[in-house]
């Protein structure tokens, strides 16, 4: 079993390779892979070998996660939980087989016990198997601690228990359901197990027709661009889905990836931790975070001493650090020319206008359409033209006295002092 899997897996890195060359080449057609496919030249092909350490990313699947496996965009890893069930995994083992795709397979304790056969066929055919829990409880996130840890022990000790060589069980460990609970998580840590969510499912569970299945994966996988798809091989919607979604995949220039955990004789593959990132932010991209405040020290706590005169830039003989004098220069005048006598003429009938700044508002306004108003013989106004105008006085002061003028035009007559008239009329 060591020996074909090593076999395997230098195959995979010779294709990883040559796919880079031809990549390099041609622009990275996914045929290059399917070359390695005996019999099957049309074949999707896998495209690389990812190789996982579970301490350094623990918790991977943006449905539930920060982080996801580190993939470079239209590669996918096909992830299939629940089984063995002869009747469908073993079509879900041939249609892959066919087209040289390796896959991740998370097993029910209860289906390795119930099909040991199963569990070995996986391992046989390269994919890399994880674990799904004993009986598959939907309550992982509410039952008590002891129990979760039974449910992933039995899962693991059947599982591995099927296999010829139990060093092949990769500890990977997918809740059933997905229904996370932080101390289910830490658990499995704590452990070196990890845990396993998906970038997006298909929703092959559900009473939906296989051709459903087809279009929410690929739909769902090309709003996400590359990920983790999750599928069920207990399903026969999944059986028929599969074939259709394969060959769109390689139709829509997707990739496959397939993920082993490292090992000592198989170290991690390189990445940065960015790459565990659906999206990873680019300088193009705005983040949300504000850059973290360094923790400074501060060496000296004692209280600051007050600054001297001199640290201030003045000079200490002249002591006040008032304003400095200007000297004013003493020929601005002489270089200024003489105004003009007719600087300070006053036009002809603006010396109302400029006395009724101190007068109401009013008492301005009709100032001064009175000092527009065309005079009419014997300096009467002329005949007014509007409403506004009616009530408009002749201009011409006259030093009427106020309260004896009985007319409404001596009363709105110009110069005075309007102030005076204001308080006598209030009175
Ligand atoms: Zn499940």
Same mark, same amino acid.
């Given at each position: 079993?060591?020996?074909?899997?090593?076999?395997?897996?230098?195959?995979?890195?010779?294709?990883?390779?040559?796919?880079?060359?031809?990549?390099?080449?041609?622009?990275?057609?996914?045929?290059?892979?399917?070359?390695?496919?005996?019999?099957?030249?049309?074949?999707?092909?896998?495209?690389?070998?990812?190789?996982?350490?579970?301490?350094?990313?623990?918790?991977?699947?943006?449905?539930?996660?920060?982080?996801?496996?580190?993939?470079?965009?239209?590669?996918?890893?096909?992830?299939?939980?629940?089984?063995?069930?002869?009747?469908?995994?073993?079509?879900?083992?041939?249609?892959?087989?066919?087209?040289?795709?390796?896959?991740?397979?998370?097993?029910?304790?209860?289906?390795?016990?119930?099909?040991?056969?199963?569990?070995?066929?996986?391992?046989?055919?390269?994919?890399?198997?994880?674990?799904?829990?004993?009986?598959?409880?939907?309550?992982?996130?509410?039952?008590?601690?002891?129990?979760?840890?039974?449910?992933?022990?039995?899962?693991?000790?059947?599982?591995?228990?099927?296999?010829?060589?139990?060093?092949?069980?990769?500890?990977?460990?997918?809740?059933?359901?997905?229904?996370?609970?932080?101390?289910?998580?830490?658990?499995?840590?704590?452990?070196?197990?990890?845990?396993?969510?998906?970038?997006?499912?298909?929703?092959?569970?559900?009473?939906?027709?296989?051709?459903?299945?087809?279009?929410?994966?690929?739909?769902?996988?090309?709003?996400?661009?590359?990920?983790?798809?999750?599928?069920?091989?207990?399903?026969?919607?999944?059986?028929?889905?599969?074939?259709?979604?394969?060959?769109?995949? *390689?139709?829509? =220039?997707? $990739?496959?990836? @397939?993920?082993? &955990? +490292?090992?000592?004789? %198989?170290?991690?593959?390189?990445?940065?931790?960015?790459?565990?990132?659906?999206?990873?932010?680019?300088?193009?991209?705005?983040?949300?975070?504000?850059?973290?405040?360094?923790?400074?020290?501060?060496?000296?706590?004692?209280?600051?001493?007050?600054?001297?005169?001199?640290?201030?830039?003045?000079?200490?003989?002249?002591?006040?650090?008032?304003?400095?004098?200007?000297?004013?220069?003493?020929?601005?005048?002489?270089?200024?020319?003489?105004?003009?006598?007719?600087?300070?003429?006053?036009?002809?009938?603006?010396?109302?206008?400029?006395?009724?700044?101190?007068?109401?508002?009013?008492?301005?306004?009709?100032?001064?359409?009175?000092?527009?108003?065309?005079?009419?013989?014997?300096?009467?106004?002329? *005949?007014?033209? =509007?409403? $506004?105008?009616? @009530?408009?006085? &002749? +201009?011409?002061?006259? %030093?009427?006295?106020?309260?004896?003028?009985?007319?409404?035009?001596?009363?709105?007559?110009?110069?005075?002092?309007?102030?005076?008239?204001?308080?006598?009329?209030?009175?």
């Amino acid at each position: 079993m060591i020996g074909s899997s090593v076999v395997l897996r230098t195959r995979s890195w010779i294709v990883l390779c040559l796919g880079g060359f031809l990549g390099l080449l041609t622009t990275a057609s996914p045929a290059a892979f399917a070359a390695n496919c005996p019999g099957h030249p049309d074949a999707l092909g896998t495209s690389r070998t990812l190789v996982v350490d579970p301490r350094e990313h623990p918790r991977i699947g943006t449905m539930q996660y920060r982080e996801t496996l580190p993939l470079k965009d239209h590669e996918v890893v096909l992830t299939f939980d629940d089984g063995p069930l002869p009747k469908y995994s073993n079509q879900v083992l041939q249609i892959l087989a066919d087209e040289c795709i390796k896959a991740t397979f998370f097993i029910i304790g209860q289906q390795a016990k119930a099909n040991p056969e199963g569990v070995r066929k996986l391992v046989a055919a390269g994919h890399t198997v994880g674990t799904h829990s004993m009986d598959h409880p939907l309550t992982f996130d509410r039952m008590p601690i002891e129990k979760a840890e039974a449910e992933i022990n039995g899962g693991i000790a059947w599982t591995s228990a099927a296999m010829t060589d139990p060093s092949k069980l990769a500890p990977f460990f997918r809740i059933p359901g997905l229904m996370r609970a932080e101390g289910v998580e830490n658990l499995l840590i704590s452990r070196g197990i990890q845990v396993w969510s998906a970038d997006f499912p298909a929703d092959d569970w559900r009473h939906v027709s296989s051709d459903r299945v087809y279009q929410l994966a690929i739909q769902r996988l090309e709003a996400k661009g590359k990920g983790i798809l999750l599928l069920h091989d207990i399903q026969a919607r999944t059986v028929a889905a599969l074939p259709k979604i394969i060959r769109d995949l *390689k139709a829509r =220039g997707y $990739r496959i990836v @397939h993920v082993v &955990p +490292a090992s000592a004789d %198989q170290p991690a593959t390189p990445t940065t931790p960015v790459e565990w990132l659906l999206h990873p932010p680019t300088e193009t991209t705005p983040i949300a975070r504000w850059p973290s405040v360094p923790n400074f020290v501060f060496t000296q706590t004692g209280t600051l001493p007050a600054p001297a005169l001199a640290d201030l830039n003045a000079q200490t003989r002249h002591q006040p650090l008032l304003p400095r004098r200007t000297k004013a220069l003493t020929d601005v005048a002489t270089t200024l020319p003489v105004p003009g006598r007719d600087l300070f003429a006053i036009p002809e009938g603006s010396i109302d206008v400029l006395l009724s700044t101190t007068l109401s508002r009013r008492a301005a306004t009709r100032l001064a359409i009175a000092a527009e108003t065309p005079r009419g013989p014997k300096g009467k106004p002329a *005949k007014p033209q =509007g409403r $506004r105008t009616a @009530h408009a006085a &002749p +201009a011409a002061p006259k %030093q009427t006295r106020i309260g004896q003028a009985g007319s409404r035009q001596a009363k709105s007559a110009a110069p005075r002092p309007t102030h005076v008239a204001g308080l006598k009329k209030r009175a």
